[in-house]
């Protein structure tokens, strides 16, 4: 039986052999050469990228392949794969989120004060089995939004494509593993055909043929298709051929998007020749765009883009997306079309003039007074918005306080609780480091604390859930020390009710999961602080908060 040593220096060699392989594969020519695919008329051309948004910190981060879509209210979100600098591949574990009332502006200052992207909390984190998280794509139908996404996998055989379930952008719901592929099998886009086609819809993704790690494959584009966007035919369509590259890893049809414009179908695919090379070929059947093998393929565009997205914007215009390892961010350059299709008519395209659905109110119950206190004062780096299903929070960095006015006097005796769900397992996973152990995500109430802007420095006490060393509820105070614990194997998308009871220098501490009646786990005595400002707290992720409720006690 192998070591645990043994194995965490297999799981390291691959990132450094995956991460190795993509940039020199990248570096020389990526796919095919062009005289492998019929050069027909161009249809379509893309350039003059300009820069929208940067997740960037004081630490640099980047933004991979992504998706766009007009939400409630019509605010326009972009979810993206994400990771702290240098690529970590097998380590991107949570999905960011930036929200903008503009598709097109560059993020303002002071956290999008010219109208442009704001960065937001995670929006996901990856949950066992998956290993990590890829591509995401969403699409709205009948009153929810579809987020389909690589999920990982036990092996490069096995990936999963999965799903998971939003009302309002902000709170996901995973759904279920949707099925298994491979080599890498990733990079889901969903559309649906339309009547000529008896609104199937169509899911296009990327992988290998055969399915093996073999540097001889084939990169190929797959298809499946589903009636009710959850169950989808079985065995997947090879509907493009893109030829080997010498390596499983990446290739030439990565991120594949398939757009109808009246009777044709182009696909989008990169990256060719070098990482931001996209090439567009053109069908009338969304079931064979041909092999570049055979040169069947007809190319009608190239753009110099990674991770390509198509999107339009609120008028009518057409975007392509740039993002990937070590680019700075995210992207956006104007697409031309010159096949004579009428964009005033949506009848003739899958992607017709996105419209909102209307707006959805926060909504985050708490009796505690306004206003609040941030103690990252710089929200680029820590981020608390209310969203309909509560305060959601986040930061990588370690401890993020958000404090409310509410101060009780030391004379006070008190009930504090809150509702809590943990979004992430861990908000910047280590690289390297095994990719099955997570350092750990908490989210915590705080009281009596001694700040409003600077708890922890000042002195508080708080309780939190945590998945760190297999997770538990822990009562401690700042400066740090811990004055109870308590084991429990906490999990992600299950919310959690916490609740305090301080009597004089006496706290126990109440703890139930759902369906669970409350028990008092731990009980404790201290006098470092004897009243102070109440509030929330989230350490190394994202996590969301209901119910935040103080009531003092004779």
């Known amino acids: 039986m192998k070591s645990q040593h043994h194995d965490a220096r297999l799981i390291v060699f691959r990132v450094y052999v995956y991460v190795f ?34 997740p960037s910190d004081f630490t640099s981060w980047y933004i991979n392949d992504q998706t766009f879509i007009l939400g409630p209210g019509g605010m326009w979100h972009m979810l993206g794969i994400t990771h702290s600098d ?41 949950v066992l089995p998956e290993t990590h998280m890829w591509a995401p794509h ?36 995973f759904k279920e593993i949707l099925f298994e592929d491979g080599f890498d099998g990733r990079d889901p886009m969903v559309m649906n055909l339309g009547s000529k086609f008896n609104n199937t819809w169509v899911m296009y993704y990327c992988g290998t043929t055969p399915n093996s790690g073999s540097p001889s494959v084939h990169h190929v584009t797959y298809a499946r298709t589903s009636v009710d966007l959850v169950s989808w035919s079985h065995p997947p369509l090879i509907v493009f051929g893109a030829g080997s590259s010498g390596s499983p890893y990446g290739g030439p049809n990565e991120s594949p998007v398939v757009v109808r414009r009246w009777s ?11 990482y931001s090379d996209t090439r567009v070929f053109v069908s009338n ?21 990674h991770a390509p997205e198509v999107v339009r914007d609120v008028f009518g215009k057409w975007y392509l997306s740039r993002a990937g390892w070590g680019q700075g961010g995210l992207f956006l350059s104007p697409l031309t079309w010159y096949d004579g299709v009428d964009d005033h008519d949506d009848n003739e395209t899958s992607m017709p003039v996105p419209v909102a659905q209307p707006a959805l109110k926060p909504f985050f119950n708490t009796s505690l007074q306004a206003p609040w206190s941030s103690s990252i004062s710089n929200i680029t780096y820590s ?50 480091v095994d990719k099955w152990t997570r350092t750990g995500s908490a989210a915590s109430i705080v009281f009596r604390a001694s700040s409003q802007s600077a708890p922890a420095t000042a002195g508080c006490y708080v309780v939190n859930i945590h998945t760190d060393s297999g997770g538990g509820v822990k009562l401690f105070k700042f400066p740090y020390l811990v004055l109870q614990s308590y084991s429990y194997n906490i999990q992600q998308y299950i919310t959690y009710h916490l609740k305090v009871e301080v009597n004089g220098s006496n706290i126990v501490v109440w703890f139930n999961a759902p369906g669970e009646q409350p028990i008092a786990i731990m009980k404790a005595q201290d006098t470092s602080y004897n009243g102070g400002y109440l509030g929330v707290n989230v350490w190394q992720g994202s996590a969301l908060f209901q119910n935040v409720i103080h009531s003092v006690i004779s």
Request: with cysteine; net charge negative.
């Open 21 to 54: 392989l993509v940039l020199v594969v990248a570096s020389s020519t990526y796919g095919v050469s062009s005289s492998s695919v019929i050069q027909a008329k161009t249809l379509v051309s893309g350039g003059g990228f300009f820069h929208i948004y940067d």
């Open 86 to 126: 240098p690529a970590a591949p097998l380590y991107e574990v949570n999905f960011a989120h930036a929200i903008s009332p503009n598709l097109t502006s560059l993020s303002g200052s002071s956290g999008g004060g010219g109208g442009g992207w704001t960065k937001q909390p995670f929006a996901t984190g990856s």
């Open 138 to 173: 969403i699409i709205y139908n009948e009153g929810l939004y579809y987020m389909y996404y690589c999920g990982g996998g036990a092996s490069d055989e096995l990936y999963q494509i999965n799903l998971r379930t939003s009302p309002d952008l902000y709170t996901w719901t």
């Open 264 to 274: 044709n179908f182009y696909l989008f695919a990169g990256s060719w020749n070098g």
């Open 285 to 305: 059947d969304p079931f064979n765009f041909g092999n570049t093998i055979n040169n069947t393929a007809q190319q009608v565009g190239e753009m110099p883009s």
């Open 383 to 432: 981020q608390w918005i209310q969203t309909p299903a509560g305060l959601k929070g986040g930061y990588v960095y370690g401890d993020a306080f958000y404090m409310s006015s509410t101060n009780l006097p030391c004379s006070n005796n008190f009930i504090f609780e809150s509702d809590i769900m943990l979004i992430t397992k861990d908000g910047n996973p280590a690289f390297p």
